[in-house]
């Protein structure tokens, strides 16, 4: 009797298994701290940074190589009946005998292999100074693209708080849009019940309807919202295959934010501490090094060598040979182009120059900026935080003035309509104080947050 109802129960066991599947597990709460670790440990733009440093650091290695000492090998293989050729790998072999001087021979030699073996040990001995100021170049721009990625961790940084904030404000959103949707209901509740007992008119039942239907729509556009915010924040932190999500309720966006002092020593701050401030001061250096090893075209190069050479027919009876070398080159004549070098490098040097000075009139816009918005922002909390008790009190007092038929349905659906956007506004200046401090760390040079251990 049992067996005709197996596969019964196995389609209904699987089906249960298959939807339970279908309901996305609860996301892992991180605090700030957490998201800020996982991002410098996995963020993809951070990663690509440090590769980038490292190239430009082996750079210097590669500079730094030209001025010393260089050790090649070399290998040539000949096989030839070229007379002069011939005689030369001869002599080169140190097995030239009278018998090679007959005519004959030397107008018409036979074919002969030579392996020619050579060790060369070279050294610069003056380049003009384009060695070194190309390695002090190579420095400057190793050194420039440490404070770059030092600029690309805190713009990291401050992008996992703005993810992490923007995340924040969606799932808060979420919760103002369910409070007041719990309103609207119980309030069209009351409204039904008076309206049964003669005491509302039907529109006041369907204008409550349409509220609560108002606040649903909007509850569905925040829960796509919080998805997304939620898929932004994984990305910034480079870690999708997670499901995370920050605190529901992080205990920092309760305070209002510490006063960011005077303007003035921020603006210092920041001109002597922004790592763009550094890279712009290391490209003007570099910039300089260029003209030096432009300016180098001008002198002459000199170089010594040392060369031994190892000549065989079968690489089994050898000739040797060694030789002292020293050799200078000095540009003559080259159609202007050494001067037209110079003037290209002095053009970027001043380039650099007026950049560097822009970047720092820049900067201190940019923490003007940043102050004044986190100081309208703090007062904005302020502002926000004491509508909240002035739309709570008129809320409640509407609603009992409603239920003893004095007041009209619209008065209170106005007043939840109040209290839910003051609700909205003490979330997002709450959020607002906490993004805007960050962003004027970042401007002001100051790591936005430091980070503990995932």
């Known amino acids: ?67 010393i000492p260089r050790l090649d090998a070399g290998e040539n293989v000949s096989y030839t009946d070229n007379p002069v050729q011939v005689f030369s790998d001869l002599l080169l072999q140190q097995d030239f005998n009278q018998a090679n001087f007959a005519l004959n ?26 060695l070194i100021a190309a390695y002090r170049a190579a420095g400057f721009a190793a050194d420039a693209e440490r404070w770059q ?30 409070r007041a949707l719990a309103a609207a209901r119980a309030h069209l509740k009351q409204t039904k019940d008076l309206f049964r007992h003669g005491m509302a008119v039907n529109s006041d039942v369907l204008r409550t309807n349409v509220l609560a239907g108002t606040l649903e729509q909007e509850r569905i556009q925040d829960e796509s919202r919080l998805n ?12 999708e295959d997670q499901r995370l999500a920050p605190l529901a309720q992080p205990a920092e966006l309760e305070s209002p934010g510490r006063s960011p002092g005077p303007l003035d020593p921020l603006k210092a701050r920041a001109v002597a501490d922004r790592p763009e401030i550094k890279v712009a001061d290391s490209r003007v250096r570099q910039a300089q090094q260029a003209v030096a090893i432009a300016r180098a075209d001008y ?34 004549f080259n159609g ?9 490098a002095r053009a970027e040097l001043a380039r650099a ?35 909240i008790a002035y739309a709570e009190r008129a809320l409640q007092i509407l609603e009992d003035r409603y239920g003893a038929g004095l007041a009209t349905n619209v008065a209170v659906l106005d007043a939840q309509t109040a209290r839910e956007e003051t609700d909205m506004r003490l979330v997002a200046a709450q959020v607002s104080v906490a993004v805007d401090g960050a962003a004027l760390n970042l401007a002001t040079g100051v790591a936005p947050q430091p980070a503990s251990g995932p």
């Open 1 to 67: 009797m049992l067996r005709p109802a197996i596969p019964l129960i196995l389609v209904v066991f699987f089906s249960a298994a298959a939807s339970a599947g279908d309901v996305a597990a609860p996301p892992r709460r991180i605090a700030l701290a957490d998201a800020i670790a996982i991002a410098l440990r996995d963020n993809r733009t951070l990663q690509a940074a440090s590769f980038k440093t490292h190239a430009v650091q082996a750079e210097v290695g590669v500079a730094r190589g030209l001025m």
């Open 105 to 130: 021979q030397l107008n018409h030699p036979g074919f002969l292999a030579n392996f020619q073996s050579q060790v060369r040990l070279s050294f610069p001995l003056f380049a003009g100074g384009r």
């Open 149 to 178: 990625a030092i600029q690309t961790r805190q713009r990291v940084e401050f992008a996992v708080i703005e993810a992490y904030y923007t995340a924040v404000l969606a799932e808060q959103r979420m919760t103002v849009v369910d």
């Open 228 to 239: 997304i915010a939620w898929a932004s924040l994984a990305h910034t932190l480079g870690d």
């Open 299 to 332: 002198l002459p190069t000199v170089e010594i060598a040392g060369v031994y050479e190892n000549d065989s027919e079968r690489l089994v009876r050898a000739g040797n040979n060694g030789a002292l070398l020293m050799t200078s080159r000095l540009n003559l």
């Open 336 to 344: 202007l182009a050494t001067q037209s070098k110079v003037d290209a």
């Open 353 to 387: 120059r007026v950049l560097a000075r822009d970047l720092r009139r820049s900067v201190a816009l940019e923490v003007e900026i940043a102050y004044r918005t986190l100081v309208a922002a703090q007062r904005g909390l302020e502002v926000a935080r004491r509508d």
